[in-house]
């Protein structure tokens, strides 16, 4: 059963959904009196919550608002009963407990200043257990984000969520402002254009880029087996959803440049799941869960206000999902899980953007007749009780004995546990990984003599080049001959460890993996399937980022003319040296095959621009260029021999041919002259002036009454959406903005906006539009050369030019060389008093219609 005050608590999400599953009890374990908006939370296997209030919130920028806190339940009844301060941090975004050490995600200010420098990986240390942290912080990595755009709008695209793998790496949500120049412990800077997966060994050394090409991930959900899941966030305004995404590592999952126009190229999410907002996951493996809900990814959806858990089916070397209703929690945040079987969960429930001392909650929920069982004291326990650990049920359990037996550098009993045949694969897999951290080096022997066992082969694969400074004792024979394994997660663990050997002598192999019949590029203008499963697309896909990491030049020319000279040439698009140019053009010149010659023109038309340099100075927008294949494209040093034959070659086509490389210009953005054909003007649209004054100047139910009688009383009507659809062009909200995908984009888009607020958010975001503004939904303030300054909502922005459109309707593109400061204003360009003239039940039906609007 729910409680009297969590039913209360509820009484909003239960309006919007169905009843929690009934064989759960749920319980309020925390209130806004000690954790208001609790933006992340992290459990100890001990069952002590670790919650991080974030005051300043998704959109803030003071500092001095954060907190970490330490919940503990003593009787074990449900609620908590004791808290301290453990560690005062702003902007906590990820935490992670092991042992007696607490890793902490969060965003770094000037003590000066008071500005955001950054974001970074730090661990506390409690070696006293008293709940409070032991001094000062250790930094593992400095600059996981980009301090630019932290400043200007806050953390909300920032870097988020933290979780370990029984791999013993911390990996690290990374949304799509990126970073530039991460510096983890030993030095080592790293760049991420754009969102991803990144990770680190536990100690701050290490960093690496894990996958690339996501938009605004929050956390990540870690299977036994080291499968990763991500629910991405809804686009601000360009119309793309939410997505459910299997990261297979080196993957490239194509936002925002490849993601319309080359989803050849990406492997694609798993599902198209609407408007939302993911942030929290877990993958809940443990074994008092009652089956329907355990061994599954529970993932958490802030725009919803829902848990969701998505049902994995294998598919090859990947899945495919079906996404099911869960947990109705307003607001959901984050999750955890304990040794015992606890789940926590919190939620920000309506604390807003910038955080409330007044909202916001942790829960506390289990399975019917769930009993309490004590975990271990995992320090003090001896090597038996480890070993047992290793081998149970519990996903928790296994981290926690893993970690405490390579902390020891007892490595046979989990040797022991990695050859028993008899045991279950999630605890063998535990071994494996355990003893290859625990031994090093040193491990390479064993581990390889385990290639053998076919049950747990793809395992020790991935185990054997997981640290790349221990590779060089690493045979590539057994790699290469797992390239021919029946199984695809085998073959798909080879062609990743052959790329993190490094060795090129590899690069045969690789270029025998085969290309799908469905590695087709779109249609001119059309946006490719970039979130249909497509597991034939994964090997050769993985095989190309082996090649690229190789710099296989070499070795790609050579196979150009061969059998599988596709993916040879799928591989040259990002290989950026003048030996590729050469080659591609010594093949063209020879080949007879009009087809070859044809797709060798369109690796060139690639190359013929790269990326720029990412020095931290541009990238970022609620609506970035997608068109690709590239941000910002600038030439290099074999541009010229590539333009001069591409002419060459079209001046010998003659004039039947020039809109062929009129398209390959325009598709690959070359902006070459000789290909340009003229320009159409862009038709103007007629649309309706709206007097928004003289609409706000009309006093009628709305707006005689007070704001919280009006919200009271719509709470209480259903609404018609048809009258609300009409509304929605009477009231002028057509002025500012669009409903479907296939009209214009104006100011923030409404077509999801039932998928990020429920009735009661969007009937205040109208009555008080500067009271919560949402992210895409903020108003710009762009000054430019000429002493000439714009206000609106920016429509579209590429790495060259920003077109804002103002509340007028007036359009105006600018020029991002002319532009001197960009500024989010703190109130929204929509005047107050727009649902004046309204009744109650008008106003409830144009919220009503609103609240449907989840494309």
């Not at 503990?72 to 301060?85: A, C, I, K, L, V």
């Not at 899941?229 to 590592?249: A, I, K, M, P």
């Not at 541009?618 to 494209?633: E, V």
Request: proline share 5%.
């Amino acid at each position: 059963m729910i409680n009297f005050s969590l039913a209360l608590l509820f009484s909003a999400a239960m309006m919007n959904g169905g009843d929690n599953p009934p064989d759960l009890v749920l319980s309020r374990f925390a209130g806004p009196d000690i954790t208001p908006s609790p933006a992340c939370l992290a459990v100890a296997p001990t069952g002590e919550v670790f919650v991080g209030v974030d005051m300043i919130g998704s959109l803030g920028k003071d500092p001095g608002k954060g907190r970490i806190l330490r919940l503990t339940d003593t009787d074990n009844d449900g609620q908590m009963d004791g808290h301290t301060e453990f560690a005062v941090v702003d902007n906590p975004r990820g935490i992670l407990v092991q042992g007696n050490k607490v890793y902490v995600l969060h965003t770094t200010f000037s003590p000066e200043t008071k500005k955001a420098t950054g974001m970074a990986l730090v661990v506390f240390e409690d070696k006293d257990g008293d709940g409070r942290a032991d001094g000062a912080p250790q930094p593992l990595v400095e600059h996981l984000s980009n301090t630019r755009y932290i400043q200007e709008r806050g953390t909300d695209h920032a870097t988020n969520g933290i979780r370990m793998g029984i791999d013993g790496w911390i990996y690290i949500a990374v949304g799509d402002f990126g970073f530039h120049n991460a510096t983890d412990r030993s030095g080592r800077k790293l760049t991420m254009l754009g969102g991803g997966i990144v990770r680190v060994r536990p100690d701050g050394t290490e960093l690496e880029i894990y996958t690339h090409g996501t938009r605004n991930v929050y956390d990540v959900a870690i299977d036994p087996y080291m499968n990763i899941f991500t629910r991405e966030n809804t686009n601000d305004g360009g119309g793309w959803n939410v997505r459910f995404s299997h990261h297979l590592q080196t993957g490239e999952y194509g936002y925002p440049v490849l993601f319309q126009h080359f989803t050849d190229e990406i492997i694609p999410a798993l599902a198209d799941l609407g408007g939302g907002s993911g942030t929290g996951a877990l993958f809940m493996a443990e074994p008092g869960w009652p089956a329907s809900y355990n061994n599954v990814p529970m993932m958490a959806d802030w725009g919803r206000s829902r848990l969701y858990i998505h049902r994995v089916t294998p598919d090859g070397s990947t899945f495919t999902q079906q996404e099911e209703e869960f947990l109705n929690v307003p607001q959901i945040t984050d999750l955890d899980v304990d040794g015992s079987g606890r789940l926590f969960l919190s939620a920000w429930d309506g604390a807003g953007y910038s955080g409330s001392p007044k909202k916001g909650y942790v829960i506390r929920a289990v399975p019917q007749n769930w009993t309490y069982q004590a975990f271990p004291d995992i320090a003090k326990a001896p090597v038996e009780t480890l070993a047992g650990l290793l081998k149970s049920a519990s996903a928790v359990a296994r981290l926690a004995a893993s970690q405490e037996l390579i902390a020891r550098g007892d490595r046979q009993a989990a040797l022991n546990v990695a050859n028993d045949t008899q045991l279950p694969l999630y605890a063998r897999v535990a071994g494996i990984y355990t003893y290859a951290q625990a031994a090093g080096k040193e491990a390479v022997p064993a581990l390889t003599a385990l290639v053998q066992d076919d049950a747990v082969r793809e395992h020790v694969l991935r185990a054997l080049t997981d640290r790349k400074g221990t590779t060089d004792a690493v045979s590539e024979t057994v790699f290469l001959a797992a390239l021919k394994d029946a199984s695809p997660r085998v073959r798909a663990a080879a062609i990743i460890g052959l790329g993190r050997l490094g060795r090129a002598s590899a690069a045969g192999a690789l270029l025998q993996t085969p290309v799908p019949a469905s590695f087709v590029a779109p249609a001119k203008d059309v946006e490719g399937p970039h979130a249909t499963p497509n597991a034939a697309i994964v090997l050769p896909h993985l095989a190309v980022r082996a090649l690229v990491e190789l710099h296989a030049v070499d070795s790609a020319v050579a196979g150009i003319s061969k059998a599988n000279g596709t993916l040879a040439l799928w591989a040259l698009r990002y290989m950026h040296d003048p030996k590729a140019v050469n080659g591609l053009i010594a093949a063209y010149r020879v080949s007879k095959n009009d087809k070859l010659k044809k797709e060798i023109l369109t690796t060139l038309a690639r190359l013929y621009k790269k990326e720029a340099d990412y020095d931290a100075s541009w990238w970022w927008g609620t609506r970035p260029d997608s068109h690709g294949p590239y941000y910002k494209a600038v030439t290099w040093e074999s541009s010229p021999v590539i333009e001069k034959f591409l002419k060459n070659e079209a001046l010998k086509a003659g004039t039947l041919r020039k809109p062929y490389f009129a398209d390959l210009d325009a598709r690959h953005r070359m902006d070459i002259p000789a290909f340009a054909t003229a320009k159409k003007p862009e038709a103007v649209s007629k649309e309706p002036k709206v007097d928004l004054e003289k609409i706000k100047s009309k006093k009628g139910q709305v707006g005689k009454s007070s704001i919280e009688d009006v919200l009271l009383a719509i709470n209480q009507l259903k609404g018609d959406p048809a009258k609300g659809k009409l509304l929605f062009t009477t009231q002028g909200c057509i002025a500012c903005h669009s409903i479907s995908k296939g009209e214009k984009m104006k100011g923030p888009f409404m077509g999801q906006v039932g998928s990020i607020m429920n009735r009661e958010q969007i009937a205040e975001s109208i009555l008080k539009p500067n009271a919560s503004i949402s992210q895409g939904f903020a108003t710009v303030m762009i000054t430019a050369k000429g002493n000439k300054t714009y206000t609106g909502f920016v429509t579209e922005e590429t790495a060259a030019r920003v077109v804002l459109r103002n509340i007028a309707g007036d359009v105006f593109a600018l020029r991002t060389a002319d532009i001197l400061s960009r500024k989010e204003m703190k109130t929204s360009m929509m005047p107050a008093g727009l649902a004046n003239a309204l009744s109650y039940d008008e106003l409830a039906s144009l919220v009503t219609f609103l609240s449907q609007q989840k494309k």
